[in-house]
């Protein structure tokens, strides 16, 4: 951890940097937003449309032992999760090809912003760098599953949009969002099931997530061991640019199978 830190007062603005402004979908600003959002609905009684009232949730299931997964070896301790070719397959073969050419190894956890994201997988610490441009990896367009949603321990890829809006094309990418939770204060069982259905609602009830991130990114992975790590990420201290204090490296990540990195007992 020998990367010098930038001063935690310098005045240049994070979310509008080209960087950060390109890796994160929402700031600060947003997760307010979300909360107003959700306190509208509630006293409304509006329910948020697109999403079905049962929902097969492939990412609670238990996997297969030959069902692929994806293993980080941070400094802070390794973690594991699963991944979903079949709901994600143009990612999958993206994000696969990456990690088995060692692009993420020496990578960053960059950002985590409230406790509620952390950006991970940037070749630079700090967030307000310039992040090297590299033609092998190119965004795509998102991949949306109606089996997978941003619930605590997921794993989400965005990186901007392409288009002009109202034809915005959300894209992911080779950046990541490790996906927490917001204020549980805001997160009352009766709200989230009138907002988004009694299947949906009772999830973020139960597991927490990020109700606002539905339909939006490339979902393609979600976190079942290593949560101890997952918890040291998430709750890092960070500066006022919201880069950890200390390094969050990803020192290797692989692709293996479920059976061979089952959970400790």
């Known amino acids: 951890m020998s990367q010098n830190i930038q001063n935690p ?19 600060l600003v947003a997760i307010f937003i979300i909360i ?3 306190l509208i609905i509630w006293v409304s009684g509006a329910r948020r449309p697109g999403i079905p009232d049962v929902i097969d949730f492939e990412q609670l299931k238990t ?31 993206y994000f696969t090809s990456l990690v088995e050419s060692g692009y993420y190894d020496g990578t960053y956890v960059c950002a985590v912003v409230d406790g ?28 949306v599953s109606d089996k997978l949603w ?12 392409s288009g002009v809006w109202p034809f915005q094309k959300n894209l992911a990418g080779s950046s990541f969002l490790f996906i927490n939770d917001i204020d549980d204060a805001y997160m009352a ?9 009694e299947s949906l609602g009772s999830a973020f009830d139960e597991y927490g ?19 101890d790590v997952f918890e040291q990420i998430v709750g890092a201290t960070v500066l006022e640019s919201y880069q950890p204090a200390s390094d969050i490296i990803i020192q290797k990540a692989y692709i293996s199978t479920y ?5 400790e007992e």
């Open 150 to 161: 941003p619930l605590r321990g997921a794993i989400a890829s965005y990186v901007g949009t």
């Open 189 to 197: 069982e009766d709200a989230l099931k009138r907002t988004y259905g």
């Open 209 to 227: 997530g990020i109700p606002n991130f539905c339909g939006e990114y490339t979902i393609f992975a979600q976190v079942y061991d290593g949560w």
């Open 9 to 27: 007062n310098k005045s240049k603005n994070p979310f509008r940097s080209r960087a950060f402004s390109r890796y994160l979908g929402i700031s």
């Open 63 to 93: 996997p297969q032992d030959d069902d692929p997964v994806v293993v980080f070896e941070t400094n802070l301790g390794t973690m594991k999760a699963m991944l979903f070719p079949e709901e994600t397959p143009l990612y999958y073969e």
């Open 36 to 38: 107003l959002f959700v």
């Open 116 to 143: 509620a994201y952390a950006l991970g997988g940037t070749k630079i610490a700090d967030p307000n760098a310039e992040q090297p441009e590299d033609s092998d990896t190119q965004s795509i367009e998102a991949e």
């Open 259 to 263: 059976g061979e990195n089952k959970p």
